[in-house]
């Protein structure tokens, strides 16, 4: 346990936040995930968190994403570093349960967001519903997902982790996506590193890096890697006018996408448009974006070269 907890905190780069791929059915499309790892690995992504946010995981059945884990962990072998399987969003024991699974097959970590419904006023609440679920993985290192603009539950997250650990033997950091840079200093400042904070908010990379990060678990990742390996390699040989020029184009895209519609639709919209796969819609709640949307953004896009940036 202690050498798979020492290699996440070692482990420097970018991971992806998968779609998840429907069929026009509705169904759920696994079939793509081995062409979706080499997109990665093509685009120097290292790794995945599967079933989070950009994948829908609230959104899909236990069966859904026992399934989709599956697909990702044997993909994965021998190509990505990590694969991060988010289990919450859940009942908890659908949510242990996943955990179990997760671990059985072979994930490298477990993550859980919050309860999304009923939700903890204090941090001794969370922590219980955290550990039960870690406990169902004893050999799993075990990330907290913090997304509160998603979930509602604002953490301070430093004392919050500190407290944890204390109840959660196999907690080892935090998918951090929030663009609080004074929790997230707080964090990073805590004697010995305990915990390795995965950056979720893409959009702040640049403003992440002095403070010590150095990994980042994103959407945009899947099709503008390449821009976000330009700011961390400006930032390492001390270019920081090319990493601002560079965290600039990305910002750019961003409120593109942005101004069109929701956000996991348009970037699905955006991935269809100009990968090599076709993810499909996303499922109800959300609705796809319309033909409209699209092309405003796309048009949009290509002004800014976005379709250069995805190597096939």
Request: charged content about 20%.
């Amino acid at each position: 346990m202690n050498e798979q907890i020492e290699m996440i905190k070692r482990f420097e780069g970018l991971l992806s936040a998968p779609f998840t791929a429907f069929f026009q059915n509705g169904k759920v499309n696994v079939d793509i995930i081995p062409k979706y790892v080499d997109l990665l690995c093509t685009n120097n992504v290292r790794g995945a968190f599967v079933n989070g946010t950009t994948g829908e995981g609230p959104s899909l059945t236990m069966e859904e994403r026992k399934l989709t884990a599956e697909k990702w962990i044997i993909a994965g072998k021998g190509k990505l570093d990590l694969i991060v399987t988010q289990v919450g969003g859940c009942n908890i024991n659908d949510a242990k349960e996943l955990a179990r699974h997760a671990e059985q097959h072979g994930a490298t970590a477990i993550a859980s967001l919050p309860p999304l419904y009923y939700k903890p006023t204090e941090n001794r609440d969370l922590i219980s519903y955290l550990a039960a679920i870690a406990s169902a993985a004893p050999n799993t290192p075990f990330l907290y997902y913090h997304i509160p603009s998603y979930t509602g539950i604002n953490v301070k997250l430093d004392q919050f982790l500190c407290e944890a650990k204390l109840r959660i033997p196999t907690l080892c950091g935090a998918k951090y996506t929030s663009t609080d840079l004074r929790d997230l200093f707080l964090c990073q400042q805590l004697e010995g590193k305990p915990f390795k904070l995965f950056l979720g908010a893409d959009e702040i990379m640049l403003a992440a890096l002095p403070l010590g990060v150095t990994a980042a678990i994103g959407a945009t990742y899947n099709f503008m890697a390449p821009l976000s390996h330009k700011v961390i390699q400006a930032y390492k040989t001390c270019d920081f006018s090319e990493a601002r020029q560079e965290q600039g184009r990305i910002l750019k895209v961003v409120e593109v996408i942005l101004k069109q519609g929701p956000l996991i639709s348009m970037i699905k919209a955006v991935m269809n448009n100009i990968g090599p796969l076709d993810f499909g819609n996303p499922r109800p709640p959300l609705q796809p974006a319309s033909e409209q949307e699209v092309t405003a953004m796309m048009k949009e896009l290509r002004a800014l070269k976005l379709e250069n940036l995805v190597q096939e």
